[in-house]
């Protein structure tokens, strides 16, 4: 209520959220983008090539642009088909539920280390650029779309209802899993332009988070259930340990794709 009333009186903006209603949900959401974006221009400047002079600028500030548009893109499928029945945005500015909060900072992260990856490596053309750009987003995005609905049949419990009940906990698990299953999807387009081998490493990173989620309640918590301990309990350090452990293994499971093309795109 404190913060419904803040809200009223000043004029929304970032600015505002941040500094006058410490709207701590916005700030994660925000700090997410920005980290998504960075990961993007990363991939702007990287394969620049010297002879091209300041038409590099113009290069750099058109990749960046059309990466915004695919990360604004990233937010509505993330509000509309993978976390649904709930409005992330409103949940992020006027409910300031910092579960929700999470959610989009951990879908811009995975969705920015795709389109990074797919800005990735010499130029073709500019035709040919846009296409592969596109091409691989839509793979991407639809890749993200099913995972999110495994891990939804896999769970006895909605991620929609928790996250709008603000459990940090399921915000974390759900969120750092977009984070992992995105690194093993870019690192397939990286290393090979072949859908095959996108397909392949997509099944394999959806097999290890799934089966590492057993072997976590088996071996590293055992006598209780990491289902309780998100849902019941709320423990959003167990489902950072759990996040983190999975982060860990894919980081080396990635080193053992090779590289086959010279054009990451």
Known sequence: TGGAQRTAEYAYSLKAALALDDNKA?????????????????????????????LNVGLVFAWQA??????ELTRIIA????????????????????????????AYIGSGQ??????????NGWAVDILS?????????????????IMRCRNHWSFSEEIKNGNPAAALVFGINKITIGMFLSNSIIKSDAILTFVVWFTLGTFVLVSLSWVIDVAVIP????????????????AMVVGCMKLGVTMLLNTFLPETCGNST
């Open 26 to 54: 916005l700030a994660v959401a925000m700090a997410g983008y920005m980290f998504g974006t960075g990961i993007i221009t990363k991939a702007t400047v990287s394969d620049l090539n010297r002879a091209d002079g300041w």
């Open 66 to 71: 059309i990466g915004m548009v695919l990360m």
């Open 79 to 106: 509000d509309r088909i993978i976390v649904s029945g709930i409005s992330l945005p409103n949940e992020v500015v006027e409910r300031r539920n910092m579960a929700a909060g999470i959610v989009e900072a951990c």
């Open 114 to 123: 795709v389109i990074s990856a797919s800005l990735s490596g010499p130029s």
């Open 133 to 149: 750009l596109l091409m691989w987003f839509v793979i991407g995005q639809t890749s993200f779309i099913v995972f999110a609905a």
């Open 223 to 238: 006598g209780s259930k990491l289902d309780d301990e998100i849902r019941v309990d709320r423990n959003w350090g167990a």
